[in-house]
């Protein structure tokens, strides 16, 4: 069955920088385009990062931009959210997310940028 599991995630100082991992299995990675959502407290879940299969070309939120950088690994089923200069308002439950016929998410790995 899909299986998408995320981890890198923690607390981090405003300013710092995490790197989230999400290890699918159960389905061709490569054919499929993966993505990062995020959901704070009180807010609807949102797209943080998207990366096409094939071409690897990238989308980002307004937010995360110059920031942020989105990644994969085919060969170790493996997409991967670099997150740099990190800001309160970044703190979030991150969750990767499988588009298809049926949808797939990840159980979420938490982030919180605090002093």
């Known amino acids: 069955q899909v299986q998408l599991v995320e981890s890198g995630g923690g607390l981090v100082q405003p300013g710092g920088s995490l790197r989230l991992s999400c290890e699918a299995s159960?389905?061709?990675?490569?054919?499929?385009?993966m993505s990062w959502y995020r959901q704070a407290p009180g807010k609807e879940r949102e797209l943080v990062a998207r990366?096409?299969?094939?071409?690897?070309?990238?989308t980002y939120a307004d937010s995360v931009k110059g920031r942020f950088t989105i990644s994969r690994d085919d060969a170790k089923n493996t997409v991967y959210l670099q997150m740099n200069s990190l800001q309160p308002e970044d703190t979030a439950m991150y969750y990767c997310?499988?588009?298809?016929?049926?949808?797939?998410w990840g159980q979420g790995t938490q982030v919180t940028v605090s002093s």
């Open positions: 159960g389905f061709y990675f490569s054919a499929y385009t």
């Open positions: 997310f499988r588009p298809g016929r049926r949808d797939f």
């Open positions: 990366i096409l299969n094939v071409s690897g070309s990238t």
